[in-house]
């Protein structure tokens, strides 16, 4: 008991040291790579939490795939120097008083805990069995807040739009200006032929085991991403134009089948995003897949970034 | 049997910890990069295969063990490739200046 305690204690204070230098980090690329090793400890304190699926998500999206994006957003403004425009005091005034009003909210949420905590964890236990799944979270996300579950992915979409609309005038429908390795490099092209193979294999795995185990379409994603991006980074497949048919079709195929049961719901089981009794397992999982797909293609072209390279060149 | 199996467990977990410690003590006082690579690149390859090692007797069964393991030679490829990036873009650069 006292071990663990010491532990928690020990990963509460990391955290926290690793945040405030974060913060106080001068250095764009020294701050990111100070958050990528917050989003990590962070995914270890969900496991202590007994949140594996969290953890899993936090490691791989709040950590992996945002510490690359950031990482390519320093990289970008580095040419401009350091004349970066400061806030003024107002401004940072302002951020550092609401700041100060969401830590306070949520430490007395914390220190002063109603007497009975509210849960729908038991609900949760006893109306999953029809759906046949045997993760909760996955039954959450999928039957009880699937209406979430679509958003959330259409909002990624709309990242990926944002993104894109970063384009200029004439580069727009052409090729992201993925170029980090200008030069080629042996030892790189030799991870993005051997890692690919086991990545595929862990994302599928992740996304089939979600019905039942910690895992799932986001997950397994964003391992899909991961790889597409090394082996684009080492130059071995070109960056798709974003104007291709294939490529666009792939980004919206799991919304779209997410959103065609959902409508089918209506006549079939009569509401929006109820899945007929019996179906309810093998409709998720064809959602789940179509989702990793799309994911997986969304993620890899927000780590691609802006269009930049004209079609025609 | 399984008193043998927890020491070996306890030796090995410590042994490891302690190439982790090295590893770290070494980023932390070598003087540049390459160095700090070389003190890095032990704790990650012996240090995580001593306690996986370790862990091993612990796995409820082959195929845990096998993900386990897994998990060190992953582990090991992607640190020694990056530290080969990461010493190539030193030597790059120490060129061009």
Known sequence: ?313 | MNILLNIFTVLAVVAGAFFFLAGTVGLLRFPDTLTRLHAITKADNLGLGLIILGLLPLTSGPIQALKMISVWLLVQLSGAIVTQLIARAVRLRGLQE
Request: charged share 10%; proline share 6%.
């Open chain 1, 1 to 313: 008991m006292t071990t663990s305690l010491a532990l928690d204690i020990g990963l509460a204070g990391l955290i926290l040291a690793i945040g405030i230098w974060t913060v106080f980090a001068r250095d764009s690329l020294a701050a990111v790579i100070g958050f990528v090793g917050y989003g990590l400890l962070l995914a270890i304190i969900w496991v202590r939490l007994s949140a594996p699926d969290v953890a899993l998500t936090e490691a791989a999206i709040g950590s992996g795939m945002t510490g690359m994006l950031l990482l390519g957003a320093a990289a970008r403004l580095r040419p401009a120097g350091n004349q970066s425009t400061r806030t003024s005091l107002g401004g940072r005034f302002a951020i550092g008083v609401l700041c100060g009003m969401i830590s306070a909210g949520l430490a007395i949420a914390i220190l002063f805990p109603p007497e009975s905590i509210p849960s729908l964890a038991p609900t949760v236990m006893q109306n999953l069995a029809p759906s046949g799944l045997g993760n909760p979270v996955a039954g959450v996300l999928f039957v009880f807040r699937a209406l979430d579950t679509l958003l959330e992915k259409v909002v990624l979409i709309l990242a990926l739009l944002g993104v894109w609309s970063l384009a200029t005038d004439r580069a727009w429908g052409g090729v992201p200006g993925l170029r980090i390795y200008l030069e080629p490099s042996n030892t790189l092209t030799f991870l993005a032929q051997l890692l690919p193979p086991v990545g595929v294999v862990v994302g599928v795995y992740m996304c089939w085991v979600g019905a039942n185990v910690p895992g799932g379409a986001f997950q397994g994603g964003t391992v899909l991403a991961a790889m597409w991006l090394l082996v684009m980074i080492a130059g071995l497949r070109n960056v798709p134009r974003i104007d291709g048919f294939w490529l666009r079709f792939l980004l919206v195929i799991g919304p779209v089948i997410f959103l065609a049961i959902g409508l089918a719901g209506f006549v079939l089981a009569d509401s929006f995003l109820a899945y007929p009794a019996g179906y309810a397992k093998p409709l998720i999982v064809a959602v789940e897949v179509a989702l990793t797909l799309s994911i997986a293609v969304t993620l890899g072209m927000l780590g691609a970034g802006p269009p930049e390279r004209s079609r025609h060149s």
